[in-house]
């Protein structure tokens, strides 16, 4: 059994930056794919981010690349995801999920066994 728990969402102004963090239980957890995904009200739940925690390889979605950046420390268990540049449509919950079995980055929420409860991030315009 794996268990996330995310912190640092909040509310910010449209240019504005967070970093988001999740905490991961388990003794493997350099084997594990961590991913991001977010939820706006209304919408599905939608891919954001992955990475790979044996190499460090990551995936960013088309709308968050160059502004978003996964990444993860081994030794904390924790991955991280810094958002710069934020905008109102980037509202939404944001959760973290993890997939201990398949070395694939995948965008699909079903590749995935476990997530967090989620965390809130509001951007003003």
């Known amino acids: 059994q794996v268990q996330l728990v995310e912190s640092g969402g909040g509310l910010v102004q449209a240019g504005g930056s967070l970093r988001l963090s999740c905490a991961a239980s388990g003794r493997t957890f350099r084997s594990y794919v961590m991913g991001w995904f977010r939820q706006a009200p209304g919408k599905e739940r939608e891919f954001v981010a992955g990475?790979?925690?044996?190499?460090?390889?990551?995936v960013h979605d088309d709308s968050v690349k160059g502004r978003f950046t996964i990444s993860r420390d081994n030794e904390k268990n924790t991955v991280y995801l810094q958002m710069n540049s934020l905008k109102p449509e980037d509202t939404a919950v944001y959760y973290c999920a993890a997939n201990p079995i398949t070395p694939r980055i995948s965008t699909r929420t079903t590749e995935y066994d476990y997530w967090g409860q989620g965390t809130q991030v509001t951007v003003s315009s």
């Open positions: 990475i790979r925690c044996s190499n460090g390889y990551t």
